[in-house]
């Protein structure tokens, strides 16, 4: 066991209401595009994520912030259980293994998509109060991804390749997707980024969690 998956266990512990603290285990669950790790941390009869987001490498604030304003307005994301932004430490509600993806492959009826639509048109009518702006900075960022990580590590692209073959097509893609997305837009209303079925978990096999960073547009 690593040094800091050892210290969230140890935090975890202080912190977990009601816990069998002598029982608590933990074990890798995941991890994303991100400096992020999460953990599965279980007593004997509960489990909860533990997440670990060093405090040098990732801002946690907006995520504790905005998940509580969230949950506390009905949206079903995992309610923030506790936290420590200092050591970069998070409890959050478990939503379990079972994706929406396969119950999709089993259910042919419009039922699950109304429930995660549903999800979706709830965020919308959310106030964007306090979220930063998804503008054509952000969206650059994160569109020169693909060329770093599809072109140039997956497929081994050189970067003079990437430069001379796709990079005016890429600018030309750019603007074009920035347009639609900051200039089409009537209101200010909070974007869940990303919103994939295949990122989606059910609650007790109703509720689609929200994968979400929140910005507005």
Not at 98 to 107: A, G, T, V
Request: with cysteine; aromatic share 12%; hydrophobic share 40%.
């Amino acid at each position: 066991m690593g040094t800091r998956q050892a210290q969230l266990k140890s935090w975890a512990k202080q912190v977990w209401p009601y816990a069998e603290r002598d029982a608590v285990e933990i074990t890798p669950v995941s991890g994303d595009a991100s400096f992020r790790r999460y953990f599965r941390l279980y007593d004997g009869q509960r489990a909860l994520i533990g997440v670990d987001a060093p405090p040098d490498k990732e801002n946690s604030e907006p995520f504790v912030r905005i998940a509580t304003e969230w949950f506390a307005k009905g949206i079903r994301v995992p309610q923030v259980v506790a936290d420590d932004l200092e050591l970069g430490f998070m409890l959050l509600e478990d939503f379990a293994d079972q994706q929406l993806l396969p119950i999709l492959e089993k259910d042919s009826s419009d039922n699950p998509y109304q429930q995660a639509l549903q999800s979706l048109i709830g965020i919308q009518m959310l106030p964007a109060v306090g979220l930063p702006p998804y503008d054509s900075a952000v969206l650059t960022r994160e569109m020169e991804l693909f060329p770093e990580w599809f072109l140039g590590s997956l497929l081994g692209m050189s970067e003079e390749q990437i430069a001379t073959e796709w990079r005016p097509l890429l600018d030309r893609t750019y603007a074009l997707l920035i347009e639609s997305a900051t200039g089409l837009c009537p209101s200010r209303l909070p974007l869940s980024q990303p919103y994939a079925i295949g990122g989606w978990w059910t609650w007790r096999y109703r509720f689609p969690r929200c994968a979400y960073r929140p910005h507005y547009l």
